[in-house]
């Protein structure tokens, strides 16, 4: 079977990173899984600035990314916020075996759970880049999972099912 590309998008400290972990430990009786937790890969990259020309250069190497290892089989799990539709709709255009993750958390709880200080920052004016705060956070208008936060089994349970029935219908998209 081809590779799958799931993308976890939602607020900085959302649980994307949380529930993207748990679908790897989940998949590898199954399947080769990769995680692609993108503060990783930014500092994998040296990819350190979050301007509008820095944001679209990583999320564009992202997508390359994780179509590259899609190609060799891998289900591709991406922890990215990638906070503009763009930035995800060249991921599926990328590799069209893709499903989206919206880990839908309020503002509130993801600022509650700041264990980096990036709220904190972005309040006092120093990230004003923050999706979410300085920066604008667009939501998918349909996702194919919608989870709320990084501890929703229900949702991890969904993606599941969708992998395993595309892998049982060898489908070039996901239902």
Not at 86 to 111: G, N
Request: charged share 25%; proline share 6%; aromatic share 6%.
């Amino acid at each position: 079977m081809n590779g799958v590309v799931v993308w976890f998008t939602g607020l900085p400290q959302s649980g994307k990173s949380t529930l993207a972990a748990r679908l790897c430990e989940a998949m590898k009786p199954r399947r080769r899984c990769v995680l692609l937790d993108s503060d990783e890969v930014r500092q994998a990259l040296g990819a350190e600035g979050y301007g509008a020309t820095d944001r679209d250069a990583f999320y564009r190497s992202l997508a390359a990314l994780a179509a590259v290892l899609a190609r060799q089989g891998h289900v591709v799990v991406v922890a990215a916020t990638a906070p503009r539709l763009a930035y995800r709709a060249r991921a599926r255009a990328a590799w069209p075996r893709f499903l989206e993750v919206w880990v839908r958390t309020s503002l509130r709880d993801c600022q509650a759970r700041d264990q980096k200080g990036l709220y904190a920052r972005a309040a006092a004016g120093e990230a004003p880049e923050l999706p979410g705060m300085g920066a604008e956070y667009e939501a998918p208008p349909a996702p194919d999972v919608v989870a709320q936060g990084g501890q929703d089994e229900h949702a991890l349970a969904a993606v599941i099912a969708k992998l395993d029935a595309m892998a049982d219908q060898g489908v070039d998209q996901p239902a």
